[in-house]
């Protein structure tokens, strides 16, 4: 990171002060980053099923590039040494995910037909249904599960199956 800004190391961690704070810092970026191109404030409110496709597929390419999984890796393995830093990372990128997705399916569900009762839960149940273990078969196999025609199919399946459980 020093190389990379032109800087010495010293001065990288003057400015933050640990690696575990530039850790987070990484994190943080990485989570806003996501956030705001994927899953923005302002999703169109006219079609929650063409939303919920975008959002999955925003969310798969993301959660399975490769980047993103060495990212996963190495944030599960120093977990156990600094709970603070998992504790970091889900509150800077899941838990925002969740909460802005719970708002997008209270305000838009009702006039589209559905109904989510408790909108963190059915946020939570669309990531898991979207994700399945494709995350967990990348990780630990090395595959590359994010080809275009599979990764279509496998969204179109997650939305329709996720609208069909909470139509009203």
């Not at 990379?4 to 961690?13: D, L, P």
């Not at 156990?80 to 719970?102: K, Q, S, T, V």
Request: aromatic content about 8%; charged content about 25%.
């Amino acid at each position: 990171i020093a190389a990379r800004a032109g800087v010495s190391k010293q001065t990288v961690y003057a400015h933050f002060g640990s690696k575990e704070a530039l850790f987070g810092a990484i994190i943080e970026e990485r989570c806003e980053r996501f956030l705001a191109l994927n899953l923005p404030e302002d999703l169109d409110s006219g079609d929650l099923e063409k939303n919920l496709r975008a959002v999955a597929r925003a969310f798969m390419v993301e959660v399975l590039a490769e980047s993103s999984l060495s990212l996963h890796r190495l944030i599960v393995g120093e977990s156990a040494r600094f709970p603070e830093i998992g504790r970091a990372a889900y509150d800077a990128g899941p838990a925002r995910a969740l909460a802005r997705l719970a708002r997008l399916l209270a305000a838009h569900g009702p006039r589209n037909g559905f109904e989510f009762g408790n909108g963190e839960q059915a946020a939570e149940q669309f990531y898991a249904i979207v994700l399945g273990l494709l995350q967990l078969r990348a990780i630990l196999h090395n595959d590359a599960a994010s080809e275009e025609a599979r990764m279509a199919g496998w969204i179109e399946d997650a939305v329709s199956t996720f609208l069909a459980g909470h139509r009203q």
